[in-house]
């Protein structure tokens, strides 16, 4: 496996199993939880990192914030720009990589939604924290959304398969407890064709993570249990990081 497992695992395979079938109303409840969390002010500026084919972007913009979305991806981003100007909306899509960008803005709140972070160990994710904090301003916010490692520990699924799309998916983890990743082993078939993708995922607990984003200059605010609002704790499927410059 490379050093770097994303540059081959975000294709449009990926696109067409795992971000296109989001529905739309989850994808608006987590944006307004955004909104509230931040306490986001009409225009405001938001850098989104990670963002993918623009799910949480575009819906941002389209409710009147200044957008700036992030992807490493240039097929992804891409896809935003098209939709952007299609629909008119203040938005602008640039392919960096987050742990390098150098984006020459000042937002108001810097966002890495639905796990895009804990891709690049702890070093780079340190430095993932770092550029987003940046490019906002002082005072200014940077929210990580990903996946609560307690919950993830106690329901651990080492393997499971389920059909999507006309594939047939097949998945083995590993969870490491000393390294504090998940490793994952993704099979896709479907007609013939056969498709293998790899993964390792760092799962910070709340006290690493909160010695992860001090050490990149923020401070923690808050931690949140979900999109919903709901207190952090053991049993929490999310772990939604508020933390300020």
Known sequence: MKADWTESYFDETYCELFLEPVDAERTRRQVMAVVRFCRLM??????DVGCGIGR???LLAQLGFDVTGVDSNEEYIARCTASAVEQGLSAHFVTADCR???LGIQADAALSLWSSFGYYGDEGDREVL????????H???VLIDVENRDYIVRHFVAEEWYERNGWTVMEKRHF???EGTVSTRRV???DGLRREYRRVLRMYSASEMTTLVQSAGLHVSAYYGDFDGSRFGIDSRR???LAQR
């Open 42 to 47: 009409p225009k405001a500026r938001i850098l």
């Open 56 to 58: 949480h972007s575009l």
């Open 100 to 102: 390098s960008m150098e």
């Open 130 to 137: 770092r550029r987003m904090g940046m490019h906002v301003r």
């Open 139 to 141: 005072g200014g916010l």
């Open 176 to 178: 490491s407890p000393v």
């Open 188 to 190: 896709l078939l479907r």
């Open 239 to 241: 772990m939604i990081v």
